[in-house]
């Protein structure tokens, strides 16, 4: 039986797709896995599974309902990795009758605007009452639960294979990792930069700037990379390339990582960038009430800012620097926990109905 895994977004490094689809693969109990990524995702791919070039995104609708129509008449099961309201949509409309059991499975990440969208999502839940909906958080189950979808929380998958975390005992770099987005405070890190600036520091930053899945910034990041670009802080590295796993994960040796993140998006969104931080033993400087921020406190892995200004965010890494091997120290042991609980096993089981 082929497993099918969709993901739109994968055409290359950029972004956590990559790292997620290849963590789901790896622990799938098969080796027949078929992988519906971007077109341009061929040459890229060195892992198990067949990459199927295919997703042009702006006729990304109308593949997507060919696509299912498809799958759904084969003998395989279907992953949608990073699913939304369109895809459940899309792939009742694709069935022209009822879903059969144990075939579709859709990993919802986050909640954002599906929640104004429960009326369209309860009458999807009464037509194809076999589908599976896998969530990040309980808080994301509960709600489709109370739509009538059968629901369950999977932890984001996440795995460093046979490497060993090896926390740095001396600081190197403040590090604001991952795209550059509004909802990840690009602006309050244009903001700090700034003051960085004014206050003469000499910490040095590396600030990823790469657009993520979108072909360009828009206007609003834009700006905030053109403030960040001409604040004139002198021990500033701007990353614009989009970099291959092992120099990603490098970039968090002696970091401390900034993520300023929007309450708003990320109060109970899983955020990859926590994960990887984490995982390298970096400590990470986070905005409170998050997903993320709990986590940081849980194990006292980094500062947890209530407030995300300029001057706070300074005054929380000098908090870190007055003990980076301490706190670079408990960011391992935080990592060593969340690649417990965030095995890809409990998808595995859930899809491929194991027992537990």
Known sequence: MIFNII???LNDY????????????QAAPTSDICIWAGRHSGAFWKNKGQIKPYFFRPLRKMQSYILYHRLL???????????????????????????PPNKVYFYIHWLGCKTSKS????????????????????????????????????????????????????????????????DKGIDRIADLVEHLALTHAQWPLLVQ??????????????????????????????????????????????????????????????????LDALTAGCP?????????????MQHDAGVVCDDVSPSVLQQAISHILSDYEGYAARAALAGRAILHTHSAASMMDVIFERKT
Not at 76 to 98: E, Q
Not at 142 to 171: E, H, K, M, N, W
Not at 284 to 296: E, L
């Open 7 to 9: 993901e739109p977004t």
């Open 14 to 25: 950029t972004g956590h797709c990559y790292s997620l689809v290849k963590t789901i693969v």
């Open 73 to 99: 008449k084969s003998h395989g099961k279907i992953l949608v990795s990073t699913a939304g309201t369109f895809d459940l949509v899309m792939i009742n409309w694709a069935a022209h009758g009822l879903i």
């Open 119 to 182: 009326d369209i999502l309860a009458q999807m839940a009464k037509k194809q009452p076999h589908v599976e909906i896998l969530c990040t958080t309980e808080s994301v189950t509960a709600f489709f639960r109370g739509l009538g979808f059968r629901a369950s929380t999977v932890a984001y998958p996440c795995t460093l294979g046979d490497t060993a975390i090896q926390p740095s005992r001396t600081f190197k770099h403040l590090l604001v990792a991952g795209a550059a987005r509004m």
């Open 209 to 274: 700037t790469s657009a993520g899945h979108q072909a360009q910034h828009g206007a609003n990041v834009g700006f905030e990379l053109n403030r960040i670009t001409q604040s004139g802080y002198g021990p500033l590295t701007l990353l614009s390339q989009t970099l291959a796993p092992p120099d990603y994960r490098a970039l968090f040796a002696g970091g401390i990582s900034l993520q300023p993140y929007s309450l708003l998006d990320f109060e109970d969104r899983v955020s990859g960038v926590t």
């Open 284 to 296: 990470v400087i986070v905005t409170a009430n998050t997903w993320s921020g709990r986590a940081v």
